[in-house]
């Protein structure tokens, strides 16, 4: 994590997780998957030979279906991966920039409008457990989550840091998670 101070604002960049633990195991999960997959087919093309007088088309139509997942699971393992994040303030106009291999998404707000700041649960659970997030509340309250493939460290120092900078209330534990 990278913090720099301006005169008019301020800076942090965090860098890509990578693969495996920004993915979740994802990436991971994916290639063995595709892989498994991939054995299957050969397994099937070996098995059933010329002579062979049952369906043609719908046992490879099932193989191409499973070898797609796969290949879905590893696109959105290399999309979490992959994301460095741009947080900062400048002036009154406080910005999030998350930039990966497959796109790039901004939120901005007006400073005015940050009602609250805090670390809470993802929409995302792992072993049933969600997933904690840093999570900023607008003055309508709605809320909009980032950086769920965080440590819980790195948020809630994120978190204090962010409420600090940007004079708003904030709650450094984990609502609901745990």
């Not at 890509?16 to 998957?33: D, E, Q």
């Not at 920039?97 to 700041?117: E, G, H, L, M, P």
């Not at 840093?134 to 989550?145: E, F, S, V």
Request: glycine share 10%; with cysteine.
């Amino acid at each position: 994590m990278t913090v720099q101070e301006m005169a008019n604002g301020f800076s942090v960049t965090l860098p890509p997780m990578g693969l495996v633990r920004g993915s979740k195991g994802l990436f991971i999960f994916a290639i063995g998957w595709d892989f498994i997959c991939s054995i299957a087919l050969v397994v099937f093309l070996f098995v059933f030979k010329p002579g062979y007088s049952g369906p043609r088309v719908a046992p490879y139509i099932g193989f191409l279906v499973f070898f797609i997942v796969g290949v879905l699971v590893m696109f959105i393992s290399i999309e979490m991966g992959t994301r460095r994040v741009m947080i900062g303030r400048v002036g009154d106009v406080f910005a999030i920039r998350q930039i990966s291999v497959f796109r790039t998404k901004d939120w901005r707000w007006n400073v005015a409008d940050i009602r609250r700041i805090a670390m809470g649960p993802s929409p995302i659970k792992i072993n049933n457990r969600p997933v904690p997030e840093l999570q900023i509340t607008d003055k309508n309250g709605r809320k909009t989550g980032f950086l769920s493939e965080r440590s819980e460290a790195e948020l809630e120092w994120l978190t204090g840091f962010l409420a600090e900078k940007l004079s708003v209330s904030h709650n450094g534990s984990v609502d609901a998670v745990g």
